[in-house]
């Protein structure tokens, strides 16, 4: 790994964009938690490191949320 593509992660992280990252198990590949509301937005900052800049990046977006609470998931009714 490149210290130019160190130092973007470890700037976006700082800054609070990246919020986790981890390494795929199952094949090649890293899996960015990112506080972004605008899918937009999150692709303009992928596309602005240095692997996307060179056309070297695939990635995929999936808009993730919290859960419901689990007295949904469960059936139960909240107390008065």
Same mark, same amino acid.
């Given at each position: 790994?490149?210290? /130019?593509?160190?130092?973007?992660?470890? /700037?976006?992280?700082?800054?609070?964009k +990246?919020?986790?990252?981890?390494?795929?198990?199952? /094949?090649?590949?890293?899996?960015? +938690?990112?506080?972004?509301?605008?899918p937009?937005?999150?692709?303009?900052?992928?596309?602005?490191?240095?692997?996307?800049?060179?056309?070297?990046?695939?990635?995929?977006?999936?808009?993730?949320?919290?859960?419901?609470?689990?007295? /949904?998931?469960?059936?139960?009714?909240?107390?008065?």
């Amino acid at each position: 790994m490149s210290i /130019r593509r160190v130092n973007f992660g470890e /700037r976006q992280h700082l800054n609070g964009k +990246i919020d986790q990252w981890y390494s795929q198990q199952e /094949r090649r590949g890293v899996v960015f +938690i990112l506080n972004v509301t605008d899918p937009a937005a999150a692709r303009d900052m992928l596309e602005k490191r240095p692997l996307g800049q060179a056309h070297l990046m695939t990635f995929e977006l999936i808009p993730i949320g919290p859960l419901n609470p689990l007295r /949904r998931l469960q059936g139960m009714k909240a107390n008065p």
